[in-house]
DNA sequence: GTCGGTGCAAAATATTTGCATTGTG
DNA sequence: CACAATGCAAATATTTTGCACCGAC
């Protein structure tokens, strides 16, 4: 997520209230690198404000993600929830089931969104980029 | 699916037994375009194989996603399964909900598993490509 | 005949929805 | 003080699991 404040400006632009559970998912979302679930970001938020709902979280999420705060992570078992909305790609070891950020050349990302244009005449918004495979941690012992 | 006979060789090899639950998945999905739901590829096994439960299909759709004879795709709601193995992207469309094929240069998929290996030091062993952006029938109309 | 495979039913998990209540602007 | 937003509970959807029975090899 690009900054909180920013984050803020454009909840109010949308016309949406800032009550403190958009503010506290907002503020343990930001500059978290570990892909959370809805449910971790749930019981994070309710360090701050005793009470919310797992539905509020979600709404919540599926609000930051329209507005292009944050990005929603179709992965296997469920949804993860990513601050950093600039491409980049995700490997995910099968065996520890760890999520590791990737960067990713502009230049590849450009390729398949003009590729997916040019194949099918689509206007594309953004993409997810996954990548399956054993991670240095798992892997063959040396 | 690269060829019906080619998946049942795998299934012996692999120590499996070529039931009649196997052979119809395999059947009904080797061709197949349309990223069918287990529930789909469960009701199209039916007509061959009366009294199939969903979870036989299931459990035969991981088996051949192990085997690599199909691709489970992780899309938003629920798995997806297709019978295409080699590299492609998929679009898909927030409107109509529409999956479209989008070929991709193998140059491309290198570059990624590449960008991943060296960013993370992982084994990749396949990926998933996901654009999002409304499709050419949903788009503005001209 | 053996042992893997299947069907059924129930469980587990993830996400959505309706509605009364609350609190931001 | 209006109306959007929340919390709760129940509903929905998807996928997994355990076990008794069946059939491929």
């Known amino acids: 997520m690009i900054d909180r404040d920013v984050a803020f400006e454009r909840i109010?632009?949308?016309?949406l209230r800032l009550t403190p559970q958009r503010r506290a998912v907002i503020e343990e979302l930001s500059g978290d690198r570990s892909h959370p679930l809805a449910e971790?970001?749930?019981?994070?938020?309710?360090?701050?404000?005793?009470?919310?709902?797992?539905s509020t979280v979600y709404k919540i999420l599926h609000e930051l993600g329209d507005l292009d705060l944050i990005r929603e992570l179709s992965l296997p078992g469920a949804m993860r929830f990513d601050p950093d909305t600039e491409s980049h790609a995700h490997l995910v070891c099968p065996e520890c089931n760890d999520i590791i950020?990737?960067?990713?050349?502009?230049?590849?990302?450009?390729v398949l969104s003009g590729a997916a244009e040019k194949a099918t005449g689509a206007d594309v918004s953004h993409m997810e980029?996954?990548?399956?495979?054993?991670?240095?941690?798992?892997?063959?012992r040396a």
């Open 101 to 110: 950020d990737v960067p990713l050349d502009p230049a590849t990302t450009d």
């Open 40 to 54: 971790d970001v749930a019981s994070r938020v309710a360090m701050r404000v005793p009470g919310v709902s797992l």
């Open 129 to 140: 980029i996954t990548l399956y495979g054993t991670c240095a941690a798992c892997g063959p």
């Open 12 to 15: 109010r632009e949308a016309g």
